[in-house]
């Protein structure tokens, strides 16, 4: 299969770098993935799609992998844009959608990038991983090694959620539990590279999840016929998927496949528990302070210090969007609200979104008649610790207390 790459591109100094060994920073800062998109265009149009696969694969001409020999995957299928109304009606919206990545075979997000990481490690030869995780990243790239035969080491947050643990640990991965930070995981994967000889899949550390999470736009673009939302909340940690979206969307005005010009506004999301990138648009600035004492039950956003901030800030910027920041004692509270109103298994960071969006909406930033779409990151299930409650018991089978259930 022909490659469309051209290069690598330092996206805080434009330096370009060979696409064809594996990279990691330029001046401790990331990497863009170019392509020529003029070649693109000659080579595949958006008909050509409608009668592919339904999978993140699709979109092969827009990815950088040059043989599908290599290609690591459990099964990528393209996740559903679910209509909500009754979450909408709530916030006087009648076009609220949410895009649930929850149905991706590690049961987050997090399914798309590492699946373009660890091909990538495949076709660069790569035979060790290692990954500092606040969660679901570390239990995707466990999955995605184990598929390609690729030795995998996970350093997480001692209180990270158990399911992450246990999956990372099941996959095969030397799992490890680290008192601190995702930050503090991050010191250790870097002080191991000379040591153990392993390749860093930390987030913005090499330039692949960026394209595997890119695909989020790509699929959110077709779905809408080619039209984009008015609005798009997104919970914001690293920042990957983000930044990943507003790159899709600038590679398919290139390609003149949307169907106007107009850009979705993009919110990045976060709890006030662990909001640098908050702070950091509120000031103006483009680059974010580390946030101390960063803690949140929304655990894929509990980011202190993203080394892509500055993509972050760029993209909400340019978009005419925000940074938000919501209350952490109520995330509980919207996780339940919308699961309750639609049924879908929201995560934490999710329900972050859902504040962000209260908040907006009585702002009337967001107005009634736009279309809203919100990214469920994650399966609730995968939060044990974040849906505890104390149920009532029937304690006697045999004496039933109808008015008790009744309620």
Known sequence: ??????HLESALDGTH???????????????????????????????????REASLWRYRELLPYVDESVVVSLGETMTPLVPCPRLGARYGLERLLVKD????????????????????????????LAIPTAGNAGGAMAAYAARAGIEAFVFMPDDTPAINQYECHLS????????????????????????????DVSTLKEPYRIEGKKTMGLELAEQLSWKLPDVILYPTGGGTGLIGMWKA????????????????????????????????????????????????????IRVPAAVGDFMILDAVRESGG?????????????????????????????AACIGALERLRAENWIHPDEQ???????????????????LPRIADPANINWDQIAG
Not at 273 to 278: E, K, Q, S
């Open 1 to 6: 299969m022909p490659s469309f790459v051209t």
């Open 17 to 51: 770098l060979p696409a064809d060994r594996a990279q990691t920073l330029h001046r401790d800062r990331p990497l863009w993935v170019r392509y020529n998109l003029a070649a693109v265009g000659l080579a595949v149009s958006r008909d050509d799609l409608s009668r």
């Open 101 to 128: 990545e929850s149905r991706l075979p590690t049961g987050s997000f997090k399914s798309r990038g590492l699946a373009m990481a660890v091909t990538m490690a495949k076709q660069f030869g790569l035979k060790r």
């Open 172 to 199: 095969g991965a030397k799992t490890f539990l680290v008192p601190g930070l995702i930050t503090d995981c991050g010191k250790i994967v870097r002080e191991g590279k000379e040591r153990l000889g392993w390749f």
């Open 249 to 300: 969307f600038a590679e398919l005005a290139a390609l003149g496949w949307l169907e106007s010009g107009k850009r979705p506004r993009m919110v990045a999301v976060q709890s006030n528990g662990c909001a640098p990138i908050v702070r950091a648009f509120d000031r103006g600035e483009r680059f974010a302070e580390p946030f101390a004492g960063a803690a949140t039950i929304a655990s894929g």
């Open 322 to 350: 925000r940074a938000v920041s919501v209350p952490e004692v109520r995330l509980r509270e919207w996780m339940a609200l919308g699961m309750q109103r639609e049924g879908l298994a929201i995560c934490p960071e999710t």
């Open 372 to 390: 809203v779409v919100i990214f469920n990151t994650g399966a609730a299930q995968k939060y044990p610790e974040a849906m505890q409650v104390d």
